[in-house]
T-cell receptor, first 117, second 113 residues
Framework: GAVVSQHPSRVICKSGTSVKIECRSL??????MFWYRQFPKKSLMLMAT?????????EQGVEKDKFLINHASLTLSTLTVTSAHPEDSSFYIC?????????????FGPGTRLTVL | GEDVEQSLFLSVREGDSSVINCTYT??????LYWYKQEPGAGLQLLTY?????DMKQDQRLTVLLNKKDKHLSLRIADTQTGDSAIYFC?????????????FGSGTQLTVLP
């Protein structure tokens, strides 16, 4: 149990286009989902915390208008990178915390590799 | 601010023990975690330790915590080739009214035959 999927796993797009990444908890409900960005040989950087039915909480330095997050249901959160530029190229990972579970018990998706040309 | 540090690489021979070290700075951490990331996969929670514990053992995994020195280690006994992965330590730190995970940069463990 406790599987989190991400779609797509890999995307290549042209500069200026928008890209949507989906994060789904397949067999549990998650009131809270998290979006991370991982640079090569770097730790995961929390971008935002997504709460079902309310606005996402963004970390300092993360542009909310550029990285749009929607958490419309207990099993789905989406991250849209708007007007993507080459510096947005990265590995984006989501995680989901089952309702009522401890904070560290987040289940991570396999990640989405975004390449902006 | 929070800072979690790990060495980037570790190589061991199959059958030997691996010890991955981590230091952190936030003394308000309540839980500390170890995650494993295999290529192309998400992070998998391996184990965690509460900040008032010194040691936790789970099968081949032993976590040691030195709260005074803010030092955390993960020992893998009888390391196997399937243990090759990136290992992240993380601490749970306050973020506004909530908490967040702060990750180290990960240690790439390579198990040699």
């Amino acid at each position: 149990g406790a599987v989190v999927s991400q779609h797509p796993s890999r995307v290549i797009c042209k500069s200026g286009t928008s890209v949507k990444i989906e994060c789904r908890s397949l067999d549990f409900q998650a009131t809270t989902m998290f979006w991370y960005r991982q640079f090569p040989k770097k730790s995961l950087m929390l971008m935002a915390t997504s709460n079902e039915g309310s606005k996402a909480t963004y970390e300092q330095g993360v542009e909310k208008d550029k990285f749009l997050i929607n958490h419309a249901s207990l099993t789905l959160s989406t991250l849209t990178v708007t007007s993507a530029h080459p510096e947005d190229s990265s590995f984006y990972i989501c995680s989901a915390k089952p309702s009522g579970r401890g904070f560290g018990e987040q289940f991570f998706g396999p990640g989405t590799r975004l390449t902006v040309l | 601010g929070e800072d979690v540090e790990q060495s980037l690489f570790l190589s061991v021979r199959e059958g030997d023990s691996s010890v991955i070290n981590c230091t952190y700075t936030d003394s308000s951490s309540t839980y500390l975690y170890w995650y494993k990331q295999e290529p192309g996969a998400g992070l998998q929670l391996l184990t965690y330790i509460f900040s008032n514990m010194d040691m936790k053992q789970d099968q081949r995994l032993t976590v040691l915590l030195n709260k005074k020195d803010k030092h955390l280690s993960l020992r893998i006994a009888d390391t196997q080739t399937g243990d090759s992965a990136i290992y992240f330590c993380a601490e749970s730190t306050p973020s506004g009214s909530a908490r967040q995970l702060t990750f180290g940069s990960g240690t790439q463990l390579t198990v040699l035959p």
